[in-house]
């Protein structure tokens, strides 16, 4: 069965627009709020927790997200939701998008690689959204659940140029038009795709952080190596400073995504441990800020869950699902890892016991939902 929002995003394909009567694109309008007021909401409460929300709205007769970024949503209180990275739109079954809505996921997080375009030009980014538009399970999740994507290496430039990107700006604005991100949304004021939301009241308050690894990023050393010059960063002076602002404001929770991974020390890839310096700065920050932070990452083609134990300090976990397409099975070493790695596909889920204060972190199967890695972590304030 087509959704609502399916069928109005088809009325409303630019091409289509473009050609259509004004009498006949009155008629379709009218029409399409009819079917978003009638199926853009699905039932709450079902599944294991509270779900569907309307994520998308009309706006001058175009689908926007309906989540604008730098803004806290009180009245949506979060309890499970979906996460994940790396896919193949062309090369492997798309029908894990399905899988993970069964689960009724009350946000999506993109970490990364939603395609791999792999290249620096406006014209292969926009064919590359539009294959992925022409995935059901994909634009299903996306106007039925509140979607918030960052970008990785391959669906960000060819190669690891962070930012000697020769078109990143022109990149980006394919990426906010393509996400639907509306004109008005603070992400749009800046260059980057970095985002932050707080959902629900104290003391159930949600912050998700989505930073941006690759707009601003200096370039990588050679050779896998690592940076020590304090003047190299992966964020950028203006990320920085407003990372600084989101975490001064209250949260029991904070998830941090990022498409990189954090913790993990022991591969010659991109790894925020290549500018150790910024981790650290990174660290700092968590320590500093209010309840419990979770980072979650993407990237590397298999799942783990790594732990960092400080002594003097809250822990940091780290739960790695970039395992949509294509896995490895090479036991990447990572001195922190307390779970997996696993070759498996598998996307991220999360649920949040308010009562029991513990955030449950999975990784589950793309074809069935069946656990493969599973953790708890207490929430601490
Ligand atoms: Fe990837």
Known sequence: MMFGTERSRQYLNREQTNRMPRRQLTIRISQLLILLFSTATLPAGAGEGKAGVEA???????????YPSDRTYPDLEITQFAYGSCNKPRKVSQDFWDVMLNKKPQLMLLLGDQHYVNSNEVAAHK?????LEQIQGYTRTRNTVPTFAIWDNHDYAEGYLGKHHPNAAAVEAVFFEENRIPLG??????????GAWIFGKH??????????????????????GVSKDPEKTILGKDQWKWLGEQLAQEAEVRIVASSNQVLSDQHRWQRWGVFPHERQRLFDMLTEASGTSVILSGDRHRGEIARL????SKPICEITASGWAQMYDDHEPNRLRIKGPTAKNHYGWMKINWDRHEINLQLLSTEDSSVILDHVEKIVR
């Open 127 to 131: 064919e590359a959204f539009r294959q």
């Open 56 to 66: 998308t709205v009309v706006k001058g007769g175009k689908l926007e997200a309906k």
């Open 185 to 194: 949304d603070a992400r749009r004021s800046r260059d980057g795709v970095y």
């Open 309 to 312: 134990e400080r002594a003097d």
């Open 203 to 224: 003391p159930k308050r949600v912050q998700v952080i989505m930073l941006d690894s690759h707009r601003h990023r200096d370039a990588l050393p050679r050779g896998g």
